[in-house]
């Protein structure tokens, strides 16, 4: 049974900082590039960042780079999202994913999410 767990959501204030972290379960993760997504309230879900199975390449989509920075620890089958200088527009929840295929760097199809952890930046 595959589990994806995300954790470390919450509120700030803008300009403040996040660290998300999604465990998983289930599925040979060091050999799936993982994504993460998020969708705002009346909006559809977008990727945000994705990260390859050892770490060594990773994307961003333009409205987080810079200030968002992906990492995987594959001993811990757990990937991170470190959010910084966070914005009342990077208010959202916030879903990992096992991506269906590692390229290219614009495919969002994913294999299985998480529950989804809600970070709320209030201006």
């Known amino acids: 049974q595959v589990q994806l767990v995300e954790s470390g959501g919450g509120s700030v204030q803008a300009g403040g900082s996040l660290r998300l972290s999604c465990a998983a379960s289930?599925?040979?993760?060091?050999?799936?590039?993982m994504g993460w997504f998020r969708q705002a309230p009346g909006k559809e879900r977008e990727g945000v960042a994705r990260i390859s199975k050892m770490g060594g390449t990773t994307y961003y989509v333009d409205g987080v780079k810079g200030r968002f920075t992906v990492s995987r620890d594959n001993a811990e089958n757990t990937v991170y999202l470190q959010m910084n200088s966070l914005k009342p527009e990077d208010t959202a929840m916030y879903y990992c994913?096992?991506?269906?295929?590692?390229?290219?760097?614009?495919?969002?199809?994913?294999?299985?999410w998480g529950q989804g952890t809600q970070v709320t930046v209030s201006s």
């Open positions: 994913a096992a991506l269906s295929r590692c390229y290219p760097d614009t495919f969002w199809g994913a294999d299985y």
């Open positions: 289930g599925i040979s993760f060091s050999s799936t590039c």
